[in-house]
Every structure is written in structure tokens, then in C-alpha cells.
């Protein structure tokens, strides 16, 4: 059987991609490595400690981590990539202050986990309308606020169309 080999355009544009990219050329995680795999499902780009560690800790079906340059990429892949970076997820994951957690916590939270079903929605170009986990206990309260807001409306739409229809019932009597 022949033997498929990455074509050349593409390690180029994946070395490129590590090497003049100042974010995507260290490490997301440690931040100190440079990189030299790539996590599928975050976008992103981390050191040989990192990746090692990311299997033993998450296992390839939570973190999906391949070698930038020494692996075949598929157009999806690429496509994961191009679309995140790790300057997008860094942006993201320190609105929630977690940035700098161990890989064990970090990739285990409600945010990291958002974000990989956004990027995934994204790169497979489909719809994503989930709401983004809150930040801080400020937009907790807030949301807490807002819900028991749409609550007590509810309950006075119903309680004026119950007052109509005793208005209704008692007119009806006399
Ligand atoms: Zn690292």
C-alpha cells in the first residue's frame, strides 16, 4: 500500500502557524514551552509536557492532542486551528480567571467545556445558541435576577388574565 504523506503546502502552513504566531508559538498551557502539538478539540497549541499530560489526565476522547508536524491533518483539524488559536481560547478561559489552573482542573470546568462545543459548532458551521456560563457572581446574581424577573411577569400576565375572567364570571351573574 502507498504510503500517504502530509502534502508540503500544509506542514507549511501548520509551521507557519507554530513559528510567526506569537501565541500559537508557546505553549497555551505552561505558557513557557514552545509548542509542538496541537489539542483538536480546543484549537490550540501546547509544549511535549503538556500534551503528555493532557492524555494521561483527560484521555484522547476529552482532548483530542496531535503532533503539529509529525502527523497527517485533516481538513477538520486545520479547520479547528484556524478557527481558534491560542489567542482566542487564552482570551476566553481568563474571563473566567482560569487560566493559569493545572490541565486536570482547567479543561474540567463549564467554561473550557463551552468553549469546545462553540468551536465545534463553528468549524462544523452549525448554529450555536447556548449561553456562555457566567464569569463572576456579579452576572450570576444578575441572571438570578432576570430569571425571577421573567417569573413574577408570568405570574402578573396570569394573574390580571385570571382577574378578567372572575371580571367576566361575576358580570355574567347579574
Ligand atoms: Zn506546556
Redesign the pocket.
Known amino acids: 500500500m502507498e504510503k500517504y504523506e502530509q502534502p508540503q503546502g500544509m506542514t507549511a502552513i501548520l509551521k507557519e502557524m507554530i513559528d510567526n504566531d506569537p501565541y500559537n508559538k ?8 514552545q509548542s509542538t502539538h496541537a489539542c483538536i478539540f480546543y484549537g490550540t497549541f ?6 503528555r ?1 493532557h492524555i494521561q489526565q483527560l484521555g484522547m476522547t476529552k482532548s483530542y492532542v496531535k503532533p503539529v508536524l509529525s502527523d497527517l491533518w485533516d481538513d477538520y483539524q486545520m479547520k479547528c486551528v484556524t478557527l481558534g488559536g491560542n489567542k482566542a481560547f487564552w482570551d476566553f478561559i481568563s474571563q473566567y480567571k482560569i487560566e493559569r489552573d493545572p490541565i486536570g482542573k482547567k479543561y474540567r470546568t463549564k467554561a473550557t467545556k463551552y468553549y469546545k462545543r462553540r468551536l465545534s459548532a463553528l468549524v462544523q458551521e452549525q448554529e450555536f445558541v447556548e449561553i456562555q456560563p457566567v464569569r463572576n457572581t456579579e452576572e450570576l446574581v444578575d441572571r438570578g435576577l432576570e430569571k425571577s424577573k421573567v417569573v413574577l411577569d408570568k405570574a402578573e400576565t396570569k394573574i390580571v388574565g385570571f382577574g378578567k375572567y372572575l371580571d367576566k364570571k361575576i358580570s355574567n351573574l347579574f
Open positions: 508557546f505553549c497555551v498551557d505552561c505558557t513557557t514551552n501546547v509544549c511535549d509536557n503538556c500534551a499530560a
